[in-house]
């Protein structure tokens, strides 16, 4: 890494060490939901499977297993899933 870096910067070089070190490992979603750069990182894909995807806010977390939910009525499903 250089020098000097700011803490902006520091972050964006130690993220990106960390997509290289970690690739295939699944721990890059995490970084990026606790980092909050999650929409900027994960581009629209397009392949046979999906023709277009664009990530939405609600993506960055998992949802509450329904039966949870269900099961408990002071539980309430994660507002960005609701």
């Given amino acids: 890494m250089a020098a000097g870096l700011g803490k ?3 972050i964006a070089a130690v993220l990106q060490e960390r997509s290289w070190e970690l690739y295939a490992e699944g721990d890059r979603w995490y970084d990026l939901s606790r980092t909050n750069t999650f929409r900027q990182m ?14 939405q806010p609600r993506n960055q977390y998992f949802p509450i297993p329904q039966n949870e939910v269900n099961a408990n ?3 309430e499903q994660n507002p960005a899933w609701k």
């Fill in 73 to 75: 009525n002071l539980l």
């Fill in 8 to 10: 902006d910067d520091f």
């Fill in 42 to 55: 994960v581009p629209p894909a397009v392949n046979d499977v999906y023709k277009t995807r664009s990530p």
